[in-house]
């Protein structure tokens, strides 16, 4: 099977991870994997995809649990010989009004939204093959919540020279920061959901920049992007994109030509390259 492009969507059994899904099972020549968290769930949705005439496969993986993480990367591994294409979508956001403590709320975000994604990288980057394409999906939020930072901690995350690990420490600081109620006191903006995801935008960058100094030749292409404002459970039914709508942006990097050198490590909004 190692001759088969393989593309994998995380956390695609609703909302836009379900209509990258749908996008990449109409334009991408190879294998769709849908991932669920909840086996049921992710069958269902892939049931709900073959109605429409479309043949997405089925793995399970919650991003949360790194023995779920490896099942999947040694399947991809043995079936494949590799991977072509992955989506980082999965993700959780707590509501405006929720009521759990601030503290809570960061730990829980950061532990999937951050920590489960870099997992996931950590794992499955290395089998991505030439040409490969990897899309992290990350949100608007971030910039705006970079905005909010102090000017140290915005200087830190537009570094060029930033290392992984000094990334974790800084995304464990705010979740650290946050149970001694200090975190805005140290620079950090009021928005779990906006750290995790600038630390999704800065971790993009970071691994761009390994790709181009340990796989030049290799012609993968790594970015962030913000899908827009969905209607999805996460941002409820006012929102101005339908999920087909919040997937174009994400499908277009994920189906960048193979003559492609650009973007690379960059943050894409409607398809453009925005300032970071």
Partial sequence: MSNVPVAVVTGSNKGIGLAIVRALCKQFPGDVYLTSRDSDRGQAAVAQLQQEGLRPLFHQLDIDDLQSIRALRDFLKEKYGGLNVLVNNAGIAFKVHDTTPFAVQAEVT????????????????????????????????????????????????????????????????????????????????????????IGVTVLSRIQARLLNEQRKGDHILLNACCPGWVRTDMAGPKATKSPDEGAETPVYLALLPATADAPHGQFVSNKTVRAW
Avoid at 132 to 143: F, T
């Fill in 110 to 197: 950061l532990k999937t939204n951050f920590f489960g994604t870099r997992n996931v990288c950590t794992e499955l980057l290395p089998l991505v093959k030439p040409y490969g394409r990897v899309v992290n999906v990350s949100s608007m939020v971030s910039s705006s919540a970079l905005g909010g930072c102090s000017q140290e901690l915005q200087q830190k995350f537009r570094s060029d020279a930033i290392t992984e690990e000094e990334l974790v420490q800084l995304m464990t600081k705010f979740v650290e920061d946050t149970k001694k109620s200090v975190h805005e006191k140290e620079g950090w903006p009021n928005t779990a959901y906006g750290v995790s995801k």
